[in-house]
């Protein structure tokens, strides 16, 4: 696999981090975002090979950019991996199996996330 460049958009800038150094070791080039807003300005900047994207961030969650990228002609075909523990925070937050469901998101990975796993997806997917 020729080096692929991977997004990765997440609240928690320990999991960004570990997720990049991850990919990193594993020959990809990866970008960083905090939240959806951040992470749209990102890929104007520069169209990712793939996205790994949280769905629970502040100003723009990530179903809510999922779904914006897909129904987009420039951006539809970027492959995108939901990190998700809403199935945990659905009794406490406003998200649901719905919203999951309804996102046209390439997979999902639960949190807390493994590694390996989340490489063979994103693997499989680039």
Same mark, same amino acid.
């Given at each position: 696999?020729?080096? @692929?460049?991977?997004? *990765? =958009? +997440?609240? +928690?800038?320990? /999991? *960004? ?10 020959? !990809? #080039?990866?970008? $960083? ?11 104007? %900047? $520069? $169209? ?6 949280? =769905? ?8 809510? /950019? !999922?779904?914006?990228? @897909? &129904?987009? @002609? #420039? ?5 995108? *991996? ?6 945990? &925070? =659905?009794?406490?937050?406003?998200? %649901?199996? &719905?919203?999951?469901?309804?996102? #046209? &998101? ?5 949190k807390p996330i493994d590694t390996e796993s989340l490489w063979r997806v994103v693997s499989a997917l680039m």
């Amino acid at each position: 696999m020729s080096q @692929k460049y991977v997004l *990765v =958009v +997440d609240d +928690d800038p320990d /999991l *960004v981090e570990t997720v990049g150094m991850m990919l990193e070791s594993r020959g !990809c #080039e990866v970008g $960083r975002a905090y939240d959806g807003v951040e992470a749209e300005q990102s890929i104007k %900047t $520069r $169209r990712p090979d793939l996205i790994v994207l949280d =769905v629970m961030m502040p100003r723009k969650d990530g179903y809510v /950019l !999922c779904a914006e990228l @897909k &129904a987009k @002609k #420039e951006t539809k075909d970027i492959p995108i *991996v939901l990190l998700t523990a809403v199935g945990e &925070a =659905v009794p406490t937050t406003r998200y %649901t199996h &719905a919203d999951g469901m309804s996102t #046209e &998101a390439d997979d999902y990975v639960a949190k807390p996330i493994d590694t390996e796993s989340l490489w063979r997806v994103v693997s499989a997917l680039m």
